[in-house]
């Protein structure tokens, strides 16, 4: 019996498309969604569009404001 379904994602579409598979198999065996979402440490030498020319404050705030972008959707998809 599934209890828990974790889902990861990253807020592209083929993740949005795996939040919603993952949101039906657990309304169809009533059990308990957890999202979780990873991003990137700041790293100091890098050619990732988000790290070049930031700095670890900016590069955290932008990494926070993702997260809970990502997240705050998958929560209304459940809604």
């Known amino acids: 019996m599934i209890t828990n379904i974790l889902i990861a994602t990253d807020g592209s579409e083929l993740a ?3 939040v919603e598979e993952g949101l039906m198999l657990a309304k169809q065996t009533g059990a308990k969604v957890t ?3 990873v991003m990137s ?3 100091t030498f890098t050619t990732d569009p988000m790290v070049v020319g930031s700095t670890p404050e900016e590069y955290k ?3 926070v404001q993702q997260t809970s972008k990502t997240l705050s959707a998958v929560s209304e998809a459940a809604a």
């Open 35 to 37: 999202a979780v979402t």
């Open 61 to 63: 705030k932008n990494a």
């Open 16 to 18: 949005s498309k795996a």
């Open 41 to 43: 440490p700041f790293h």
